[in-house]
Nanobody, 128 residues
């Protein structure tokens, strides 16, 4: 059974930082591209960042570029999202997602429709 469990969300003041984690089980993690997406109330789910299976290819939404860093530790089956200089607009439920990439080192799509597995999300609230 595939499980993705996010953690690290919380309430932070504008300008602060949070580090989200997503622990995966039930998959051969090193063969999966991973993504972070977020959804605010009343909106769609939006791309935040994605990372390929090796961790050497990353993509970021323009909203987080320069402030967010996605990384992974394949030995720990965990992907991270370091978020700095947080803004109230970053307030959302943050989801981790996984999709099988096999041996494709260039696979890390930013579109949520490509991702087969999803976590339950962790809430990030940024106060002004």
């Amino acid at each position: 059974q595939v499980q993705l469990v996010e953690s690290g969300g919380g309430l932070v003041q504008a300008g602060g930082s949070l580090r989200l984690s997503c622990a995966a089980s039930g998959i051969a993690f090193r063969h999966y591209a991973m993504g972070w997406f977020r959804q605010a109330p009343g909106t769609d789910r939006y791309f935040v960042a994605t990372i390929n299976r090796n961790g050497d290819l990353t993509y970021y939404a323009s909203s987080g570029k320069g402030r967010f860093t996605v990384s992974r530790d394949n030995a720990k089956n965990t992907v991270y999202l370091q978020m700095n200089s947080l803004k109230p607009d970053d307030t959302a439920l943050y989801y981790c997602a996984a999709d099988y990439s096999g041996y494709n080192d260039y696979y890390a799509p930013p579109e949520s429709r490509h991702y087969a597995y999803w976590g339950q999300g962790t809430q990030v609230t940024v106060s002004s």
